[in-house]
Structure formats: structure tokens, C-alpha cells
């Protein structure tokens, strides 16, 4: 039994982390390859390996519950462990169909499935995303100074002004056969854009 992760530990959860993502990273990309290929081909060639790749999410997911996020990061991590069960789930079901050999029992799991491997590399990332803001000698989070909100350019309003004009004026243009209003308000569209890249 591996040991948790205490809290107030410098750098433990991300450690903690990376050392369960070591772990199911492989299996990861390896699920995510077969769950891309169609149905046909994953009932063909990834019956046998699908049993050990889910074992690996369960041994992820038993791993994730054994260790304990920084505080605030509480939830993020929740996630990460409900995603990694659920990973571990559908791979599950889409096992017992492919044993099955029913084609058309895989097919409507396999974006269940796809998006059940997805949420995992999302949980992960933000877990270490949201825990890795430095904190201060009282434990709390130090976060960036707050930046002043920053006035739009004049450019920017113009360009923003040509490209309603310029869609209006295309619009009004193509609706009455005009074309050059049609021709006017393509122009002013493009020099909004132009302006303002």
C-alpha cells in the first residue's frame, strides 16, 4: 500500500500526481488509440489487451483516493478520482461488448468511452493547473496582482465599428440586389480586419 500524501507537504500533491499519471499515462494513450479506431477493427485486434489496460485504470483510481489534495484543491481532485472510476467503467462495458463480438453494441459506447478518456487528461490537468500557485509562509495562496483593467485602443473600436457597418451594409446589399452596397460593406468588413489584426 502506497502512502498518501499529507497535507502541507512542499510540492507533495504534484508529485503525487505525476507519480499516478506515470502510472496510468500509458494505459491512457493506449485506450484512447483503440477507442479512436472504428468499432469493426477494435472487435478484431484489442479484446485481450483491454482487461489489462482497464486494470490500470483501477489501480490509478485506487491510487488517486489514496492521496490528500492541498486545501481549496479538494474538488478538482474529487474529479480527477470520479474520472479515472469512470474511465474504468465504460473501458469495462466496451470489454464485455467487444467479448461479445457485437459490433453493434461497441458502436454507441465508443464516444461514451472516448469522452470518459478525456475527462481524465482534463481532471489531471486541472488539478496541477489550480494547486500549483505558489503559496506564502502562512499556507495561503498568493495570488498575481490584480492588473487594471486595460482601456480598448482606438484602433480596436474602429475595427470593431468597420466590421458592423461593413456586415450590415453586405447584408442590406445582398438582400436588396444592390451590389454596390453588397461591394461597399464587403469592403468595410475586410478593413475592419485589416485595421486591426
Known amino acids: 500500500m502506497e502512502r498518501t500524501v499529507r497535507r502541507g507537504e512542499p510540492g507533495g500533491?504534484?508529485?503525487?500526481?505525476?507519480?499516478?499519471?506515470?502510472?496510468?499515462?500509458?494505459?491512457?494513450?493506449?485506450?484512447?488509440?483503440?477507442?479512436?479506431?472504428?468499432?469493426?477493427?477494435?472487435?478484431?485486434?484489442?479484446?485481450?489487451?483491454?482487461?489489462?489496460?482497464?486494470?490500470?485504470?483501477?489501480?490509478?483510481?485506487?491510487?488517486a483516493v489514496g492521496i490528500d489534495p492541498p486545501p481549496g484543491a479538494e474538488t478538482l481532485h474529487t474529479e480527477l478520482v470520479a474520472s479515472l472510476a469512470e474511465a474504468r467503467d465504460v473501458t469495462a462495458e466496451v470489454a464485455y461488448a467487444l467479448e461479445a463480438g457485437d459490433v453493434d453494441f461497441v458502436e454507441p459506447l465508443l464516444p461514451e468511452w472516448r469522452g470518459a478518456l478525456f475527462r481524465v487528461r482534463l481532471a489531471r490537468l486541472r488539478a496541477l493547473e489550480r494547486t500549483s500557485v505558489p503559496r506564502g509562509s502562512d499556507g495561503a495562496a498568493e495570488l498575481p496582482p490584480r492588473r487594471q483593467r486595460e482601456r480598448p485602443s482606438v484602433s480596436a473600436l474602429v475595427a470593431t465599428g468597420l466590421v458592423i457597418v461593413g456586415a450590415f451594409l453586405f447584408t442590406a446589399g445582398a438582400v436588396l440586389a444592390a451590389w454596390p452596397v453588397w461591394a461597399a460593406g464587403l469592403a468595410l468588413f475586410a478593413g475592419g480586419f485589416v485595421l486591426y489584426r
Not at 33 to 51: K, N
Open 13 to 63: 500533491y504534484a508529485d503525487a500526481v505525476s507519480h499516478l499519471w506515470e502510472r496510468v499515462g500509458a494505459a491512457l494513450v493506449r485506450l484512447e488509440r483503440v477507442a479512436e479506431s472504428p468499432a469493426e477493427a477494435a472487435t478484431d485486434g484489442f479484446v485481450d489487451e483491454l482487461p489489462q489496460l482497464q486494470y490500470s485504470l483501477h489501480a490509478g483510481a485506487e491510487l
